[in-house]
């Protein structure tokens, strides 16, 4: 199970952390991954982290302004978003990978509920 939290509202330049609590046994080929969906677009790819933290991806658009991490005694992967901008805001999701790593979001097999970020200009 995937539990987000920490969207919001925001003003442009602004940061935020969002907060993905996994529960669950996980493994070492895990892959946890940020999504985003805005209205009229479809899920897209954000970031991700491998289990033991030593690999990471990001979209193109993000690079430099988020962070992915995790903390796996805690059992939560965070993203960092700083600088935010209006074209941010959308609704992100956690998403879990038992496949390895991907950025299609039909590899990724358990989904949290989603958290709302809206950027203002």
């Known amino acids: 199970q995937l539990v987000e939290s920490g969207g919001g509202l925001v003003e442009a330049g602004g940061s935020l952390r969002l907060s993905c609590g996994v529960s669950g046994r996980t493994f070492s080929n895990n892959i946890e991954a940020w999504f985003r969906q805005a209205p009229g677009r479809e899920r897209e790819f954000v970031a991700g982290?491998?289990?033991?933290?030593?690999?990471?991806k990001y979209a193109n658009s993000v690079k430099g302004r988020f962070t992915i991490s995790r903390d796996n005694a805690k059992s939560t992967v965070y993203l960092q978003m700083n600088n935010l901008k209006p074209e941010d805001t959308a609704v992100y999701y956690c998403a879990l990978s038992v496949t390895g790593w991907s950025m299609d979001r039909e590899a990724y097999d358990y989904w949290g509920q989603g958290t709302q970020v809206t950027v203002s200009s």
């Open positions: 982290i491998s289990w033991s933290g030593s690999s990471t």
